[in-house]
């Protein structure tokens, strides 16, 4: 017989990880040394030594507790991306608002079973919180004051719908305007998000949050915080992301959702 994984032991050892990644990135925070190399020929995506020394720490941690699990990361690649339980890592998601001195970068930690999301944390350890939802402990909001059960809000409509995106220049040709028409039909739109959108439709203080060009690592994660918070993360489609990026839309109410998926539908790849 099959042993079932121990997922709370996994929820465990996440928030193991959050704080291991925690002790190099936030002693380099605010930090006015703190140099980003680009990533880029053109453009700006930068990458600090908090983004690599946290990944690092994250990995050394795996490595030694679980060495027959897989780790897929935004700064060292890939290491047995196939096998039966996978780590999928970005651990400073919103470089950009790190060196900007805002507290809205995080940390995600993600973990597959068999190619499917289970386990997703959303750290912001600046301001000490950890949004973590696992198969049997559900979605909860971890502080200094304890744990609170997440979940998301059905606002009735889109026209009472608040949206957040990291940056609505991301959006090209097609999409900006299937952004631009969502952006009209909404109530309001905060941006320079990154991932701590996700977790506020998860806490249920917004209703939407709209991303395009992802990747494995920045959204694994947030796959089960969302939905087991009863919300819903899927493509512009409205089909299921599968843990692998690109156009995402996650919401707190699927009527909300649908709405607007009208106005994305002339984008969706």
């Not at 980003?36 to 030694?64: M, W, Y």
């Not at 999409?175 to 969502?182: I, K, N, P, V, W």
Request: aromatic fraction near 8%; hydrophobic fraction near 45%.
């Amino acid at each position: 017989m099959t042993k079932s994984p121990d997922f709370d032991h996994l929820d465990a050892f996440a928030q193991t990880l959050a704080a291991a990644a925690a002790e190099i990135s936030l002693p380099l925070f605010r930090t006015l040394s703190l140099g980003a190399d680009n990533k880029l020929d053109k453009g700006f995506d930068p990458v600090t030594e908090a983004d690599k020394g946290a990944e690092r720490a994250i990995r050394a941690l795996i490595s030694e507790h679980f060495p027959d699990h897989g780790v897929i990361g935004e700064e060292y690649g890939e290491h047995q991306p196939d096998a039966e339980f996978v780590w999928v890592l970005d651990p400073i998601d919103g470089t950009r608002a790190f060196i900007s001195g805002l507290p809205l970068w995080t940390t995600l930690i993600g973990l597959r079973h068999h190619n499917r999301p289970v386990v997703g944390l959303i750290a912001q350890p600046f301001l000490g919180e950890i949004f973590i939802g696992s198969p049997n402990l559900g979605s909860r909001l971890i502080t200094a004051s304890g744990e609170t059960p997440l979940k998301v809000r059905d606002c009735g409509t889109l026209s009472a719908a608040t949206l957040g995106t990291t940056d609505p220049f991301l959006f090209k040709s097609s999409e900006a305007d299937a952004f631009g028409s969502l952006r009209s039909a909404a109530r309001l739109a905060r941006y320079g998000c990154d991932a701590y959108a996700f977790a506020m439709v998860a806490q249920g203080t917004m209703d939407i949050a709209l991303e395009t060009g992802l990747m494995a690592w920045d959204i694994d994660a947030i796959i089960p915080v969302i939905e087991n918070a009863g919300g819903t993360v899927t493509d512009w489609h409205g089909q299921s992301v599968g843990g692998f990026g690109g156009q995402v839309i996650a919401s707190g109410s699927t009527s909300v959702r649908d709405e607007a998926l009208v106005h994305l539908g002339r984008a969706a790849a």
